[in-house]
């Protein structure tokens, strides 16, 4: 009777060892797919609203004649934190027009290619192991943008594509934030099923087993009158 009391206790912590390795996958599993879209997100408006800021501030240079500092600001911009490229890609109209200009103002690759055919596109790359968020935003001739007729100095008609502008996003501090914040929510998950784990036994102990070994010595009490 002892040894099959023993037996079942076994089988009740084997079950509340596997249930709670369960939950702390699932969670664990959740919290960080969570974790990826939020960052995902936050980048994509990061590396969005800084594409809007450099294609306007090169538009300003446009408009006062300062085209000349245009690689100053390139350069200031990839300096700042995460940034690793910034760059705008001319269209074959405007080359045409104006010049090929610098090497970093022609298409380079696919991504490139697919700003040139007037998509937007959001593209994490794997750059030599680390992880970049890159988006492409292609830049229509209009004849009010934000206040500026883009029509007259491009000779260009409404909606024709006059470049892209192409902004990379260095992921590794967001990875390696998501990867800490997993390595301390997974530390929580464990104590808290430990904690919980301890707590179960304690109570299968007295008020399951406990109470199962007192039947026993009662039966065996029974047996020894008879």
Do not use: W
Request: charged letters at 20%; aromatic letters at 8%.
């Amino acid at each position: 009777m002892l040894k099959s009391t023993i037996s079942l206790a076994n089988k009740i912590y084997l079950v509340l060892a596997a249930t709670g390795l369960l939950v702390l996958i699932a969670t664990i599993s959740f919290f960080y797919v969570d974790e990826q879209i939020l960052a995902e997100k936050l980048v994509k408006e990061s590396v969005d609203s800084t594409a809007q800021n450099y294609f306007d501030t090169i538009n300003t240079m446009m408009l006062t004649g300062t085209m000349a500092n245009r690689k100053v600001y390139q350069e200031k911009l990839t300096s700042q934190g995460n940034i690793v490229e910034a760059r705008i890609i001319r269209s074959p109209s405007v080359s045409k027009m104006f010049g090929t200009g610098f090497d970093d103002q022609k298409a380079m690759d696919e991504l490139d290619q697919i700003g040139l055919q007037g998509k937007k596109e959001f593209k994490v790359i794997d750059n030599n192991g680390d992880r970049q968020m890159h988006l492409v935003m292609p830049v229509f001739g209009e004849e009010n943008y934000r206040g500026t007729n883009c029509l007259g100095c491009h000779q260009a008609k409404e909606g024709d594509l006059l470049g892209v502008v192409r902004v990379a996003y260095d992921l590794n501090h967001v990875d390696d934030q998501i990867f800490t914040s997993i390595v301390s929510a997974t530390a929580l998950q464990i104590i808290i099923i430990l904690i919980g784990f301890g707590g179960l036994s304690f109570a299968i102990s007295k008020l399951v087993l406990f109470r199962l070994k007192r039947l026993k010595n009662t039966l065996s009490e029974i047996e020894q009158t008879l």
